[in-house]
């Protein structure tokens, strides 16, 4: 006989498994993503913040406190001008300031030759950072060569 006990608990079990497999395809999806190594310094709040933006777009982020982010810049082949407050590396590609997660995600779709990309200086209202957003540019850059990968306001492509 089929009593209220019964139906309560299996909407429970359905539920139950229901709520397992969702998590099963969120951590299978977030391990398809390379891990993210960010290099920052102790006292940098903004660089955390951007660690955070990157996690909730289902990176895994590893951060490295450092006060010598310059010197791995410089061996890294991050041109000056490109400089932000942070580094990280991701599967191969050097990461540099508050770049938006989509255009880190869409880098490792489109895989282009490249060093990496960067945001230089640090945009208010680019991920990590606060403020009212103004609109920045994200830059993919070789040993001698760079080209816009796209300008946001925020973490939206504008363009």
Sequence with gaps: MITRRKVVAGIGAVSACFIASAAHTARAADESLPAVTLHKDPNCDCCTEWGKHIQAAGFEVHAIQSRSVKALKDTLGVPEDLAGCHTAIVDGYVIEGHVPPDALLRLLKE??????????????????????????????FTRTARQSFGRYRASTRIG
């Design 111 to 140: 895989r282009p030759e490249a060093i990496g990309l960067a945001v230089a200086g640090m945009p208010m209202g680019s991920p990590g950072m606060g403020g009212a957003p103004e609109e920045y540019d994200v830059t993919l």
